[in-house]
């Protein structure tokens, strides 16, 4: 059975910073393109930022390119979003994603963590 477990959400001030991990069960996360999506109260679940299997290549949304950072250890199974300089407008609860492509397309999400930007 496939799980992705998030974790690291939480309440935080604006401009403070949380780092979100999303450890992995029933499959080689080395194998997937990992990513971070948010959907905040009335809203779309939106793109948030991308890493490759391999890890050399990264996709940031422009609202959180140069405050977040997406990260990956496939030796423990877990990627990681690293949210700095947090504003209101990234309230939202984030979600994990594992996407294989190809002839059998493997994707999975996590159950979500709730990151609260308020003073």
């Known amino acids: 059975q496939v799980q992705l477990v998030e974790s690291g959400g939480g309440l935080v001030q604006p401009g403070g910073s949380l780092r979100l991990s999303c450890a992995a069960s029933?499959?080689?996360?080395?194998?997937?393109?990992m990513g971070w999506y948010r959907q905040a109260p009335g809203k779309q679940r939106e793109l948030v930022a991308w890493i490759s299997s391999g890890g050399s290549t990264k996709y940031y949304a422009s609202s959180v390119k140069g405050r977040f950072t997406i990260s990956r250890d496939n030796a423990k199974n877990t990627v990681y979003l690293q949210m700095s300089s947090l504003k209101s407008e990234d309230t939202a609860v984030y979600y994990c994603?594992?996407?294989?492509?190809?002839?059998?397309?493997?994707?999975?999400w996590g159950q979500g963590t709730q990151v609260t930007v308020s003073s």
């Open positions: 029933g499959i080689t996360l080395s194998s997937y393109r």
């Open positions: 994603n594992a996407y294989l492509g190809g002839p059998g397309v493997s994707d999975y």
